[in-house]
């Protein structure tokens, strides 16, 4: 079974650029979560989709970071224009949602920003 | 509301050493609480998890945690380190329901001396 799937790998911008991040979940899971990753910090949840609906992006800076899950199976994390201060690594994970398995998240190898 | 605090940014010990990793969790709920492990530029794992059953979970590489309600504490433990252990390891707290967000620790650092 192929895991979560995340591209690019590693993106190096200058500021004020535009970035774009793509995710494809495990087949199946139908909840699916951007996390940014800090240097030193554990994850914390920028959105968090189920199907296509965002069903918590309370998180999310919506000036310039936008997000979507058409079709409810990949999605696109967006930021436009970056600053230097989301020079991080974003992660995507997917789980089935469903009772004892919710917070079981399934995570791809992220994303490593880095913004000149 | 719920958070998770990890005491210890870094732990240090020699291999076949007893691993302790602690995480205290704060949850208006009750919780399910879980560790996740990982390694260098590769994403989280899920190493074990707790969801109300045995107080005593036992998960992937030779890890348990045991849940204690009375210290509101779901500390990790491995009674011998291996070089292979060496790794960022993060507490997380949600709740029951499939709509509770799961909060993370700030991660403990583990590493392992010959």
């Known amino acids: 079974e192929a895991g979560v799937v995340q591209s690019p790998r590693y993106k190096i911008i200058e500021k004020k650029q535009p970035v774009a991040f793509w995710c494809n979940p495990i087949s199946g899971h139908n909840t699916l979560y951007w996390y940014l990753q800090n240097l030193g910090q554990g994850p914390e949840l920028l959105i968090r989709y189920e199907n296509e609906e965002a069903v918590d992006d309370s998180q999310l800076p919506k000036d310039r970071f936008s997000a979507e899950r058409l079709k409810g199976v990949d999605s696109t994390l967006k930021i436009q224009p970056a600053e230097l201060g989301d020079s991080a690594v974003y992660l995507c994970?997917?789980?089935?949602?469903?009772?004892?398995?919710?917070?079981?998240?399934?995570f791809g190898e992220g994303s490593r920003l880095t913004v000149l | 509301a719920q958070s998770v605090t990890q005491l210890g940014s870094h732990v240090s010990v020699s291999e076949g050493a007893l691993v302790l990793l602690r995480c205290n969790y704060s949850?208006?709920?009750?919780?399910?609480l879980f560790w996740y492990v990982q390694y260098p530029n590769q994403g989280l794992q899920l190493l074990l998890k707790y969801t109300s059953a045995a107080t005593l979970v036992k998960g992937i590489n030779g890890f348990e945690a045991e849940f204690k309600k009375s210290e509101t504490s779901f500390h990790l433990t491995k009674p011998s380190a291996h070089m292979s252990d060496a790794a960022e390891y993060f507490c997380?707290?949600?709740?029951?329901?499939?709509?509770?967000?799961?909060?993370f620790g700030s991660g403990t650092r583990l590493s392992i001396r010959p």
């Open positions: 994970a997917s789980s089935t949602g469903r009772g004892q398995s919710a917070g079981e998240l399934f």
């Open positions: 997380a707290v949600s709740g029951y329901s499939s709509a509770s967000k799961i909060i």
């Open positions: 949850s208006s709920v009750p919780p399910y």
